[in-house]
């Protein structure tokens, strides 16, 4: 699992989570995170985290300008594969803010990611044009209508 929601300043926290054969891999993953300036913890033995926190994180955005400029939301049908994530980003968040990543490792080939981008309506066509470069890897489907008003309920 990998969730994140926008949240204004200049920090971001992620909740991920990973299988791992032993204790000792944590403390393995967290030491090479924390080397990469990425401040890390386990949360693994905390009842309340493992059972109730992992369904709240990517709720709400915060904002300071409320409700979230632009803001687009998608299920995109992500490929389960090394370098996915990479590519995926690679072409769209150098151009477009990430405003929420919800992601399940379902062991498939295939599992849908809930993204949120920042994509002002002068930049459409470009953010068409990236999709279209993605088409091949990725499907986009963009919450709209009703979908998108019972969704904002939860995220707005």
Known sequence: EFKY??????????????????????AEVIARLQAA?????DISDMDAARIHLRHLVGGRARSYMGEIPNERIFQVQFPERPG?????????????????????????????????????????KAFRKATKVLQDEFTFEELSGEERRVFNMFIQ
């Open 5 to 26: 929601r926008y949240s204004a300043g200049a920090h971001a926290n992620i909740l991920w989570s990973a299988g791992v054969r032993d204790k000792s891999e944590v």
């Open 37 to 41: 300036d990425m401040p890390t913890m």
């Open 84 to 124: 996915a994530l990479r590519r995926f980003l690679d072409v769209l968040s150098p151009e477009w803010n990430v405003t929420l990543f919800h992601y399940r490792n379902t062991g498939n080939r295939e599992s849908y990611v809930m993204l949120g981008l920042q994509v002002p309506p002068e930049q459409d």
